[in-house]
């Protein structure tokens, strides 16, 4: 009996070189939503969405009326679906299995119980840390759900929903996403102190970008250093977010950064064998092969 064996251009062959079902070429191991065409463009999507809702007032007409509660709706009803749509692209594609919703929907469901332990209070936000752990190990498409679908899960459990959320939950996409696009051959203290360092970088871009989508609507009406200023230069209204962040956030932004590095640094060896040990018994980059029936002789 003979086994289908992949070929080095086209994938997986069966009997008389017919293609089968298997991991496509560029789907780099355990990346269980791997990125293709479909959830890139989906991805792409959403993140034009995300900057233009972080960023719009920065390039609006001074003469407009800013008001964020009228446009974050619009940004989460936008969003949401082509979040969804993320989803469903690797589902359409065979690239998102049933094993891989399930672990979606564990890890998601642990995170949303992390979150109300450290409820913003100080920067103390326990959430990210195994985010940048399951996208270090999953990949940075599955990352990228996974941080979308964590903070929507957590508004819900917190009653934390609100026109903030949208941009909460793309923000924590996008962290996931980095995570997941760090270099794979770090392993042992070099993949540890590489998770660490980004993990304190994510947390503080975090912020920033949490800053931006309100920074606008609280400090346009006072004439200060740190306020926005309607068609001002981007660089100008940048540098003011920056000089904004460091007198307002910044306490809540180190301690975040804090945490996550010395969570990672304490239990992230475990919790990364975990994943990884988990990720190899579901197989979810196995290439699948047929084999050609068996012949009997029924000859006596």
Known sequence: MSRATPSPVEGPTGAGGTPVAGRPRGVRSGAVVPVRWRS?????????VG????????????????????????????????????????????????????????????????RPLGPGTAGIEPVFFLLVLSARVLGRGFGFVLGAVTLFASALLTGGVGPWLSFQMLGAGWLGFGAGCLPRRARGRVELALLALYGAASALVYGLLLNLSIWPFLSGTYATSISFVPGDAVADNLARLVAFTLATSLGFDIPRAVLNVVLILLAG???????????????????????PPSTVDTRA
């Open 40 to 48: 890139a463009i989906a991805l792409a999507l959403a993140s034009l």
């Open 51 to 114: 900057v233009a809702g972080f960023g719009w007032p920065l390039l609006a007409d001074p003469s407009s009326r800013l008001s964020h509660s009228a446009d974050a709706p619009w940004l989460f009803a936008a969003l949401l679906p082509l979040l969804v749509a993320v989803v469903l692209a690797e589902v359409a594609e065979g690239g998102m299995d049933a094993k891989a919703v399930a672990l979606l929907g564990v890890l998601a469901a642990v995170g949303a119980a992390l």
């Open 269 to 291: 060896p475990p919790v990364l064998l975990a994943l990884r040990r988990a990720a190899r018994r579901a197989a979810f980059d196995a290439p699948v092969a047929f084999e």
